[in-house]
């Protein structure tokens, strides 16, 4: 083979090993998003193994139920009587975050406390956040589990130290969360939820936000929500934003997980949009059980790849590599000739 045709053959060569090399340049926080997202990484990470549980007598105690049923899935199985799989919201799952006696009235008043909900005091759906951390602690001495941590903590707008940084360290331990929020919400004032928070992403969302005094644009965390309705974004979930550029920002689902914005509402002083479901987190609840676990199912931190380059071609570039090597090699040679 000579003259064009090979040069030709030599610069296809070429062009294929820098393609083969693109996966090794690029690094994972380069990877750019459009849209709602900010520029992020692979490092999505969530915990396996949480159940999804619809709302029922309370977003709280349904929420509680997750966490619960999170820990009897790692390991705790009393933490859930009379369910055997915590993954599937069965009658039993139902009766445990609000049981009969309950439902009568829709109180935890004229009974002996037998579930969650009765335990966090819910009346009509709505829980007080000073009871939902001694709920979930009274819940788990009632099943006969010890209790090693439970507590809530405030954001510093409220004048407590819970922060980003707090929940990171918690998933980075294996162990989800509840994050109350709040927002004003159009047609109904001040409303507050119960999330179960499962994961963090950093820089994920690009929002718009108004903290009393001017309009900021900030770039704020996600977190992989559970949030007691069901999985799934758009217009027709209670879950929007307002972006940097004025448009409606939606909660977002990848690979079957929801991602919602991480927005202490110490970044706004309180203030929200009455056009949006803007949801704040204002309050988070910590809570790990005491003992030893039956079975260990907790996934090691070693997935987690948040900033990390990928240190070889993907599989699907490995067959541009190497005939790219071979053509770069036939050109040296070429030159060298």
Same mark, same amino acid.
């Given at each position: 083979?000579?003259?064009?045709?090979?040069?030709? &053959? &030599?610069?296809?060569?070429?062009?294929?090993?820098v393609?083969?090399?693109?996966? &090794?340049l690029?690094?994972?926080?380069?990877?750019?998003?459009?849209?709602?997202?900010?520029?992020?990484?692979?490092?999505?990470?969530? #915990?396996?193994?949480?159940?999804?549980?619809?709302?029922?007598?309370?977003?709280?105690?349904?929420s509680?139920?997750?966490l619960? /049923?999170?820990?009897?899935?790692?390991?705790?199985p009393?933490?859930?009587?009379?369910?055997?799989?915590?993954?599937?919201?069965?009658?039993?799952?139902?009766n445990?975050?609000?049981?009969?006696?309950?439902?009568?009235?829709?109180?935890?008043?004229?009974?002996? $406390?037998?579930?969650?909900?009765?335990?966090?005091?819910?009346?009509? !759906?709505?829980?007080? #956040?000073n009871?939902?951390?001694?709920?979930? $602690?009274?819940?788990?001495?009632?099943?006969?589990?010890g209790?090693?941590?439970?507590?809530?903590?405030?954001?510093?707008?409220? /004048?407590?130290?819970?922060?980003?940084?707090?929940?990171?360290g918690?998933?980075?331990?294996?162990?989800?969360?509840?994050?109350?929020?709040?927002?004003?919400?159009?047609?109904?004032?001040?409303?507050?939820?119960?999330?179960?928070a499962?994961?963090?992403?950093?820089?994920?969302?690009?929002?718009?936000?108004?903290?009393?005094?001017?309009?900021?644009?900030?770039?704020?965390?996600?977190?992989?929500?559970?949030d007691?309705?069901?999985?799934?974004?758009?217009?027709?979930?209670? $879950?929007?934003?307002?972006?940097?550029?004025?448009?409606?920002?939606?909660?977002?689902?990848?690979?079957?997980?929801?991602?919602?914005?991480?927005?202490?509402?110490?970044?706004?002083?309180?203030?929200?949009?009455?056009?949006?479901?803007?949801?704040?987190?204002?309050?988070?609840?910590?809570?790990?059980?005491?003992?030893?676990?039956?079975?260990?199912?907790?996934?090691?931190?070693?997935?987690?790849?948040?900033?990390?380059?990928?240190?070889?071609?993907?599989?699907?570039?490995?067959? #541009?590599?190497?005939?790219?090597l $071979?053509?770069f090699?036939?050109?040296?040679?070429?030159?060298? !000739?």
């Amino acid at each position: 083979m000579k003259g064009s045709r090979l040069k030709k &053959v &030599v610069l296809l060569s070429m062009l294929v090993v820098v393609l083969g090399f693109l996966p &090794v340049l690029v690094s994972a926080d380069e990877i750019q998003f459009t849209g709602d997202l900010a520029s992020m990484s692979f490092g999505l990470n969530p #915990l396996t193994g949480v159940p999804s549980y619809t709302w029922y007598h309370g977003c709280s105690p349904t929420s509680g139920g997750m966490l619960m /049923g999170y820990w009897a899935e790692h390991g705790y199985p009393k933490l859930l009587p009379g369910v055997t799989n915590p993954m599937v919201q069965s009658a039993a799952v139902d009766n445990d975050i609000s049981s009969p006696q309950h439902n009568v009235h829709d109180t935890y008043v004229g009974h002996t $406390a037998n579930s969650i909900a009765d335990f966090m005091k819910t009346v009509d !759906g709505g829980t007080y #956040l000073n009871n939902i951390a001694p709920g979930l $602690a009274a819940w788990s001495n009632y099943c006969g589990v010890g209790v090693k941590t439970c507590y809530d903590a405030e954001v510093a707008y409220f /004048g407590g130290s819970f922060t980003y940084s707090n929940f990171v360290g918690q998933i980075n331990a294996g162990d989800p969360m509840l994050l109350n929020l709040m927002t004003y919400a159009p047609g109904e004032g001040w409303v507050g939820h119960t999330v179960m928070a499962y994961g963090y992403q950093a820089n994920m969302f690009n929002l718009r936000i108004y903290n009393g005094r001017q309009y900021v644009d900030v770039t704020v965390p996600g977190f992989a929500v559970m949030d007691t309705w069901n999985i799934g974004v758009g217009p027709g979930k209670q $879950a929007s934003w307002v972006g940097w550029n004025g448009q409606t920002v939606y909660a977002q689902l990848i690979n079957g997980v929801d991602w919602w914005p991480f927005l202490d509402m110490t970044l706004t002083n309180g203030y929200f949009y009455t056009n949006q479901w803007d949801w704040e987190v204002e309050d988070g609840d910590f809570y790990q059980p005491a003992g030893t676990a039956s079975s260990l199912q907790i996934r090691s931190n070693s997935n987690i790849l948040s900033g990390i380059p990928l240190p070889i071609p993907l599989p699907g570039s490995l067959w #541009l590599f190497g005939p790219g090597l $071979a053509g770069f090699w036939a050109w040296r040679r070429m030159k060298a !000739g």
